[in-house]
């Protein structure tokens, strides 16, 4: 495991964004744990999010010429991603979508800079990969190609078939999908850390039932 993300797993949980208990998630399944990135909401939450995204996307490799968020969690990490990026010697523009097109002032659903060449959409996590699609809408409309996804956490989990949400939209789409972290990441820190051992079995459990 990387510095990083290690960091980022025990930011998420003194954060409550990482939580381990028992949740009965939407599509049914009781699960050891849960993850909201949504709890990640005050302004040093922003900045320690942004570095573990600056950092991920730095360790991919990736080539990109805009970053991407969609409507509306993608938007503040977008931003912030591009903030952090920055800071470190990366300049890179972004832009994010409107819900409902604007016919009057600049016009249009897209703001920031024009969606041209190689575009990185980052966004929190992918469930039903939603977001994702409607993105590939908007960057193929505007003559853009997609780059690659940067999310949070990779729950390696399937969904209703034998893939995850991950895995169809990287097959579907023929494009990498960086994590800051995974669940196996989550694993390893729970197995390494006195206390933990409880949700350590038990995740270990939802991840030879569920996972991919």
């Known amino acids: ?10 930011f998420a949980i003194r954060r409550d964004a990482l939580c381990f208990g028992e949740f009965t998630l939407k599509s049914g399944r009781i699960s050891p744990y849960f993850f909201n990135a949504g709890l990640f909401n005050t302004g040093n939450d922003l900045l320690e999010l942004s570095k573990a995204y600056a950092a991920a996307l730095s360790r991919s490799g990736l080539c990109y010429d805009v970053i991407f968020g969609p409507a509306y969690k993608g938007i503040p990490l977008a931003a912030a991603t591009a903030m952090a990026l920055a800071a470190g010697g990366t300049n890179k523009p972004f832009a994010f979508n409107r819900k409902e097109k604007k016919d009057h002032g600049e016009g249009g659903n897209i703001v920031g800079a024009p969606l041209e060449g190689d575009i990185l959409i ?24 997609p780059a690659g996804v940067l999310i949070a956490l990779d729950r390696q989990e399937r969904g209703t078939g034998a893939s ?5 939209v990287q097959a579907t789409f023929g494009i990498p999908v960086i994590s800051i972290i995974k669940l196996d990441e989550i694993l390893d820190y729970l197995n390494t850390r006195p206390g933990f051992e409880h949700h350590a079995a ?11």
């Open 164 to 168: 995850s949400a991950i895995e169809e």
């Open 1 to 10: 495991m990387h510095d990083y993300q290690q960091k980022f797993i025990e």
């Open 122 to 145: 980052v966004d929190d996590v992918i469930t039903a990969g939603t977001a994702i699609r409607e993105s590939m809408d908007l960057i193929k409309t505007a003559g853009a190609r």
């Open 202 to 212: 038990r995740v270990a459990t939802y991840r030879h039932s569920y996972g991919i």
